[in-house]
């Protein structure tokens, strides 16, 4: 069995993978993540993805030659318009508002490296939100929720609430698309 790396900090990547029944060891990789004009946002979350692995490939002493390296990177996207993470509280209302009685799409690049082979991939799941008041958005923002994710919200947290549906992969709305996953694992075995 090949080591296994997850070359991310999110908790919620780190979750799923182990709900996998993965062991891994995990390094966050330093990245650029700021929007490139120019690039869709299934382009822009798979260059994403890609820059994260290859960070991880860069670095000598992480044995990358001979390990599974597993990276990913998600991106909110409305009317073609990539919603990172919110800069502040307005940034955070601003985006939820957006979001509020409309449909949107979120997407996760995924790369996984073994074995000196590459694969990247893109899953989209279309996410629909219920009507949302500005009372409903501010008390979410209060929790603190919206800060660390894109788009300015979880989907496993208490803004499960705002969705009234979605089509598509529930992990990647979390952040990693695990039936992807296991079919490039098993592509690349």
Sequence with gaps: ???????????????????????????APDVCEDIIDGLSPAEFAATLSRRKLNAILDMADTQADSAVI????????????????PTDENDAHLMLQALSGRQHSVFTGLSVSLDGKIVTDVCETLVQFRDLTDDEIRDYIKTGEPFDKAGGYGIQGAAKE???SYDGSYN????LPTEMLMNILGGIQ
């Design 70 to 85: 597993i990276a990913a990177d998600t991106v909110v996207s409305i009317d073609n318009r990539i919603l990172g993470k």
């Design 162 to 164: 705002f969705v009234a």
């Design 172 to 175: 990647n709305v979390v952040g």
């Design 1 to 27: 069995m090949h080591k296994i790396i997850l070359a991310s900090q999110s908790p919620r990547r780190r979750e799923l993978l182990s709900k996998l029944g993965f062991t891994f060891d995990v390094i």
